[in-house]
């Protein structure tokens, strides 16, 4: 069975989706965390600190959002001001999931994946995440689903065929 969606890929799902994709990848989870124990350490650990732990932990979380934030505002301001990003990246984009494996075209390319090289399936606020080759990511908004049966009965097909291999 051969299931086809058409998407409008935009500057906002480029941001959105590449920003859902990155907590999506444990190397860059572990190093935001990581980041912040130790940037919440290093302060909780201030000779004239009161209550270190306490101060650390705060300082943890702090840094945490500040640099999630600052990944979203980098993020957003290079997609928003790279004009080259447009030829294949925005605009009209067709997905089908075929026998063969999954198929990602544009007026632009062409981009067959087989089964074996999609690891991850996520639907996560308003996307499908499909995570080839342990780093790449397809972004799919699901508003472009007419049906939310019609979403779930794509995802599933996807996760079907990728349990199959």
Do not use: C
């Amino acid at each position: 069975m051969i299931v086809q969606i058409r998407v409008l890929i935009s500057r906002k799902d480029v941001i959105l989706g590449t920003w859902l994709a990155i907590f999506h990848t444990p190397f860059w989870v572990f190093l935001y965390v990581a980041l912040s124990v130790w940037w919440g350490y290093s302060i909780g650990t201030e000779p004239s600190a009161k209550g270190p732990m306490i101060v650390g932990g705060i300082a943890a979380v702090f840094g945490f959002v500040v640099l999630i934030t600052v990944l979203f505002l980098l993020l957003a301001m290079y997609v928003m001001a790279n004009p080259k990003l447009k030829n294949g990246t925005l605009g009209e984009h067709t997905f089908e999931v075929t026998e063969g494996g999954f198929i990602e075209s544009t007026a632009y390319n062409k981009t067959e994946h087989t089964w074996s090289s999609i690891d991850k399936i996520k639907k996560t606020f308003g996307y499908v995440l499909i995570r080839v080759s342990g780093h790449l990511w397809h972004i799919i908004p699901t508003r472009h689903f007419s049906e939310k049966s019609g979403l779930d009965a794509f995802v599933e097909e996807l996760r079907r065929k990728i349990t199959k291999v």
